[in-house]
Structures are given as C-alpha cells and as structure tokens.
C-alpha cells in the first residue's frame, strides 16, 4: 500500500543529516530506542465496521507496525551503509547494532507469529521461507515428451505409494 498523498513522514526524523562520526554508543542507543518508542505511539490504523444493536458504524483500529532497519535509519538520520559501517566500527557499537538488530527481528517474529502482521511477508523478510531445490539433468536425446512422462510416471507412483 502506498504512502498516502500529501503525508509528512519526512517530518518524523529524530534528526536532519547523518549521525556525527564522533557518536557514542550511548546516543546511538538513545537514537534506536526514541525509534522503538515512535512505532509503538505511532501505529497504523484501519477502519473496521461494528456493528452494535442494529447501528453500525466505523471505527479506527490501531494496527501495530513493524520495525525495520530502514525505517530506524531513515528515523535517526543515516544510511543503511553507515549502519553497517557501525558495525565494524568497534566491539561496543557492533553489540549496540546487534541488540538493535535483535530487538527489530524479535518484535517482527512475534508479531508474525501472533497474527499481527503478514505472517508470509515477515517470513521472506527474515529469510524464514521453506525453499525446495528441484533439479533436472537432461541427457543427450533426451526429448521434453519423454521428460515430461517421466515426471508423470515418478508423480503417479508418489501417489500410489502413499
């Protein structure tokens, strides 16, 4: 779903520019969390018909919104490449990043699992999908009739062997 026209997300930055290079793990922890506390007082909402004795009417619902590393860095002012860059920046801003990262997966993990958010969507976002390699060698003169009965006859045998 696209941003609605006329919206001032860009206003919700907790900073314009990037982050000093000389920020402490401190703010960058400070920056992360005023970000886990700006998803948590800005959910998304959704109209939603209730219907009570005979009258209906619409209500705003609040929606939970998920967390990501790209939301938090555009929030705090830097590129994802400067966020990375944290990482290997020193042993105390690669735990900070690391519990960050943490904390985001969890709150989409959980969220997914209690039906809060796109449980399939959240998934590839996590690299949680089943995948299933299927491979397929043709020979010489193998022709694509004959391979095509050859997955009929492996499909049909599957099925009677079940």
Known sequence: MPAPKGNAYWRQRHSHGRLPKSETTDALWNACAEYFDWVEANPFHSAETVKFQGEARIVK?????AMTIEGMC????????TWTQYRARDAGFAEVTSQVNSIIRTQKFEGAAADLFNANIIARDLGLADRQKTE?????????????????AQKFSLASNS
Do not use: N, W, Y
């Open 74 to 81: 555009l929030f705090i002012g830097i590129t994802h490449q």
């Open 61 to 65: 619902v609040p929606k939970l919104r």
């Open 136 to 152: 397929t060698r043709l020979e010489t003169g193998d022709s694509f009739h004959d391979i095509v009965e050859g997955f009929a």
